[in-house]
């Protein structure tokens, strides 16, 4: 690497990090019992807005995982996730009325979070429709991956987002809250993605799935991104650069092999077209706060008229992380 | 006559006091050296909770750099204390914390037993195993490592390329032949009394101080010199990956460790509750008196060295994203791709399909949509065949279809028509076949007939697009079966060309076609080409096709479709 692009990408990443501290004022504490976090606690980072219904069984799964302490920037909720999550014994949680858009999707509030509370531990960044996989998660305790990824000496972990959707129109089967989504988004795409290498952070851009596959398949180009870092050893010199598809330095983004071998990968099974998302993509084109002026939100806007189906004959039941390995979406790596 | 145990901890001390207790419990005297680097009051506290524990001592505290001399200084003073302390004692067994023994320690007590003059110490020449990692193999034992690998990587290196350069060359002590191996070995009491009391031991202790992880060296060379009966190999199960750290072992390792019948394995998680529940308290645990039999986990972990270093072939993900030409091969199963059939047979596509038994597909690079196998939208993998996004990313399309149908065989077409951007990829690909009849993308402008002019434009953009992917195909970087044929030659004879490329697919063990695809009335296509030529665009990639019908009997009459027996 040039040292003028080195200079580049340090003076950037220092920019976020000033950025993450400024916009991080923003925030007011609701509960903070981050005096909990004891070392080598696993923490998980989320911002949220108006999800009441999907966090019971987003805490449980987490829970269970191994994930000792929560912290969440409630973007201004009306739906009790804020009073919910501030009753937690885990559950640190941040308030702000500040907008979603001008604090870089919520990566501000998350930054200045990180920056004061997730040094030197592992940290999960994920959104409350997101769930992680990885391999054996189903026998090993996610301790059981850090510890091993620290005995490797790698400070990232890679888990693609996989879109995960349901047999018959979006929402036709209403979510319960503390209800697994993956009972009724339960179909994914397993061979439908296109990679790229993106040149200035090093990362891998991935495309496709059933987002691409119907919202996008006149413009491809603006399908959205699906490769994702969301497991990370924190250091508070670090910081994701878009939402968690990229971080800096660089050399965190390099979560791939390159000489034909796989390193571990997880994947992160995106629930977001339960019944909810008809009611949630209204909102969102209404606030106009998403990524690429809602993009994504327009074009969901557009077809949600004709009630879409995305799943198709070709569409995979998932099952466990073990079919996610044999069809390419995710691998075991070295770790046996 | 008992064993006695030499314990090297550095972390989780709760585990190792546990393992202590089972050693203990079973009649052998343990001495544990607990890492310098461990806090002082840790240190304390684990001694107190096995101040209780008849037979334990602890040796005095080195500090254990990984890849330095501390370890085996360590070990050194372990042992010396172990021998003075413990006249009884036959075997040393050098363990660590994260050690776990599987089998009852009566049983290994008594396989020593039978074997009183046996050192069990994997060692090996350098010249001999590729077990090292970062290319320092005879160079471990040549060059001086002042500063830390793990620590200190730069100056560690920098170092290295210094001695490198200057040709720098230390003196290996007379008589010591360097060799290598497991860390963790089993060595007799007479062995390990003539390493520790060598007389040259000052000359080799200061030789080994600055090689580099001596651990795996210091013994395994000096019980060369002194042991009676060398068996080379480790008593400990412990895997090493690529990388050369050692393979954990968790709660779901559990019944693979059961059956692997051996004494101690290594290196186990410290959460890993069931397996230390099972091995250390069940009395029974894994009770066959057999020699250890560790296949079934060596086969796990040389597959995850192999995933981790060679992958899946014509996979391409988060974690796999192989540079150009460093995977090994683009794609992971061959398919075949033809040129120009389609325009020359009728209904090529379901003879093919018939006679190779092999999905065949139309024009799935366009123009248009791609034409899957049986007029599907969408194939395996939900992979659809909307131009745009195949376009968007032709390369990954192409990837994307044989890894979602690995297992069957692909057969497309292609056409100078169709997107040209995949032409490289496929050329380089020594999985795929690659057959083409040049100029046979003419035959569908001559059945269409229409605006000449436009014809003929027609005809001289495609001549130029096929003539690129011949040349690419030509080129000294293509590595697919590629065959080409002029439509003439193909037309003079069909069943040769078409024999040899089923051949090649060779599914069915067909011998002879027992039926020819149907070819298209080429009548007047001679005139056609001819009319071309008037016009001034020479269309040359058919070859020759004569020019007036009654000049070759070969398109007097739509040929009939014949078969040849013997």
Known sequence: MRIAERYRLRTERRRLL??????????????????????????????????????????????QMGVQHFLFVDNDSDDGSREYLSAQPDCSVWHTLAGYKRSRFGMDWITRLQIAYAHGHWCLTVDPDEFF????????????????????????????????????????????????PLEIASWFDAGNYTIERNGKYANLWIQGGPRMRIFFADQPQNAPALNKIPLVKWDRAYAYVSSTHMLLPRGLNLVYDEWGGEKASGVLLHTKFLDTFSAKAEEELARRQHYGASREYIAYHHMLKERPELWCKWSEKYINWRQLEILGLMSKGNWA | MTIGIVMLVHTALDRAELVVRHWSAGGCPVVIHCDRKVPKREYEDFRNKLSDVPGVAFATRHRCEWGAWGIVAATQTACEMLLAEHADVQHIYLTSGSCLPLRPVQELIDYLAARPRTDFIESATTADVPWTVGGLDAERFTLRFPFSWKKNRRAFDAYVRLQRRIRFRRRIPFGLVPHMGSQWWCLSRRTLEKILNDPRRSVYDRYFRKVWIPDESYFQSLARIHSIQVESRSLTLSKFDFQGKPYIFYDDHLQLLRRSDCFVARKIWPKAERVYRAFLTDAEGAM??????????????????????????????????????????????????FQGFTELFVEFELWLSRTTGCRV??????????????????????????????DYAPRDFLTNLNWNTRGERQCFQYSPRANQAVAWDMAKDTNAQISVISGAWAVPLFQTGGDFVEIRREAARLQKVENEFL???????????????????????????????????????????????????????GEFLQNLKNQGMHPYLMGDFPAHPMASPVIEKPRKPYLIQK
């Open chain 1, 18 to 63: 000033l950025r993450a501290l400024r916009k991080g004022a923003s925030l007011r504490t609701v509960a903070d019992r981050t005096r909990k976090i004891t070392q080598g606690d696993i923490l998980l980072f989320c911002t949220l807005r108006n999800e009441q219904v999907r966090l019971p069984y987003f805490l449980e799964y987490y829970r």
């Open chain 2, 471 to 525: 040349a690419t195909l030509r080129s000294s970087y293509a590595k697919a079966r590629i065959k080409v044929w002029t439509m003439a030659d193909f037309v003079e004879n069909p069943a040769e060309p078409l024999q040899s490329v089923i051949d090649e697919i060779g599914s069915r063990s067909v011998r002879r076609l027992s039926e020819m695809p149907k070819m298209v009335d080429l009548t007047g296509f």
């Open chain 1, 133 to 180: 996989v990885y391999p054996f998660c189903d026998a090993r305790p996610l301790s059981a991956l850090t510890d091993w990824l620290d005995d490797s000496s790698i400070k990232s972990f890679s888990a693609m987002l996989l879109d995960m959707y349901p047999k018959g129109p979006i929402g036709a089967q209403p979510y319960r809250p503390g209800q697994d």
């Open chain 2, 361 to 390: 597909h139309g024009h799935i690079f366009g123009p248009g949509n791609a034409q899957f196998a049986n007029e599907q939208f969408e194939i395996n993998g939900a992979l659809t065949a909307s131009a745009a996004m195949r």
């Open chain 2, 288 to 337: 066959n008196r057999t020699e250890p039999n560790p296949g079934k986990i060596d086969r796990i972990f040389s597959k995850a060295v192999e995933r981790r270093t060679r992958g899946r072939p014509g996979l391409y993900m988060q974690s796999r994203y192989p540079n150009d030409g460093w995977e090994n091969g683009l794609t992971g199963a061959k398919y075949s791709v």
